[in-house]
Nanobody
């Protein structure tokens, strides 16, 4: 499966953005999906994940209550709604896919097999 992330941009603190990740090559419904982010000089970190059917999600503590992951399998698209953005949310955001046979709750980067190219999010204070 190939993944293409979009929707990044430059916003002020407190604003909202929605990232999208479109899959091609294979149906998105075969995969649990996740969002990760990587700020300059830092390791890539987990943001949120969602099961293949969208029934369960898991979020990093740093984004709980502000970010919402969702998916539309009919459109082969994953989303990340980001509200109340903070300067520390600035990073390149990556979507990723792993087999739906694996646990949703294993959230390390090594658990994911397919990665999109990243979308830049910049948040000014």
């Amino acid at each position: 499966v190939q993944l293409q992330a979009s929707g990044g941009g430059m916003v002020q603190a407190g604003a909202s953005l929605r990232l999208s990740c479109i899959a091609s090559g294979r149906a998105l419904s075969n995969y649990h999906m996740g969002w990760f982010r990587q700020a300059p000089g830092k390791e890539r970190e987990f943001v949120a994940a969602i099961t293949w059917a969208g029934g369960m999600t898991v979020d990093a503590d740093s984004v709980k209550g502000r970010f919402t992951i969702s998916r539309d399998n009919a459109k082969n698209t994953l989303y990340l709604q980001m509200n109340s953005l903070k300067p520390e949310d600035a990073a390149i955001y990556y979507c990723a896919a792993k087999s739906a046979t694996r646990s949703l709750y294993r959230i390390t980067t090594s658990e994911y097999d397919y990665w999109g190219q990243g979308a830049q999010v910049t948040v000014s204070s």
